[in-house]
């Protein structure tokens, strides 16, 4: 039987592969999986340069997929898996969608939501960072420093 750690560390494995697709479609590589009961309900990747639009996040495509699959513009039984912390206009999004939970791994030092002293996410949502943050962060370091090179 799986813990709730194990399916914790599954589905951010599974974030983390939509953000290998990310990269290798060219994009920074940031994944997102949305759950409901335990099932996967969404997936997505970052896609702002393939569908040239800086909205393209994976927590916005998978937001909008998770809400089609469900019928429903409120996410309450739903947990998000993201491989790197949610932005702003992200973490808005997730709070108007009133997601029951957050779970995100690499901090994202400059332009996540949490470096803001505000309440940004929906009075009900939980939020847990910090999930295979090492896996999480690798990627997004790695792909920096092919760029840079």
Same mark, same amino acid.
């Given at each position: 039987?799986?813990?709730?750690?194990s399916?914790?560390?599954?589905?951010?494995?599974?974030a983390?592969?939509?953000?290998?697709?990310?990269?290798?479609?060219?994009?920074?590589?940031?994944?997102?999986?949305?759950? *409901?009961?335990?099932?996967?309900? @969404?997936? #997505?990747?970052? $896609?702002?340069?393939?569908?040239?639009?800086?909205? /393209?996040?994976?927590?916005?495509?998978?937001?909008?997929?998770?809400?089609?699959?469900?019928?429903?513009?409120?996410?309450?039984?739903?947990?998000?898996?993201?491989?790197?912390?949610? *932005?702003l206009?992200?973490?808005? @999004?997730? #709070?108007?969608? $009133?997601?029951?939970?957050?779970?995100?791994?690499? /901090?994202?030092?400059?332009?996540?939501?949490?470096?803001?002293?505000?309440?940004?996410?929906?009075?009900?949502?939980?939020?847990?960072?910090?999930?295979?943050?090492?896996?999480?962060?690798?990627?997004?370091?790695e792909?920096?420093?092919?760029?840079?090179?």
């Amino acid at each position: 039987m799986l813990t709730d750690k194990s399916l914790d560390d599954y589905f951010m494995k599974q974030a983390i592969m939509q953000a290998q697709t990310a990269e290798e479609n060219g994009e920074v590589p940031v994944g997102a999986i949305i759950v *409901c009961q335990n099932t996967i309900i @969404a997936k #997505a990747h970052n $896609q702002t340069e393939q569908l040239k639009d800086v909205t /393209a996040h994976a927590e916005m495509i998978s937001i909008t997929s998770a809400a089609n699959y469900l019928n429903s513009k409120y996410l309450h039984d739903c947990t998000i898996y993201v491989t790197l912390e949610p *932005c702003l206009m992200c973490a808005s @999004a997730l #709070a108007w969608a $009133q997601i029951g939970r957050v779970v995100f791994g690499a /901090a994202d030092l400059k332009k996540g939501f949490k470096n803001h002293d505000i309440q940004i996410l929906h009075p009900k949502t939980t939020c847990e960072n910090g999930l295979l943050e090492k896996e999480c962060g690798q990627i997004l370091t790695e792909f920096f420093r092919k760029k840079r090179n």
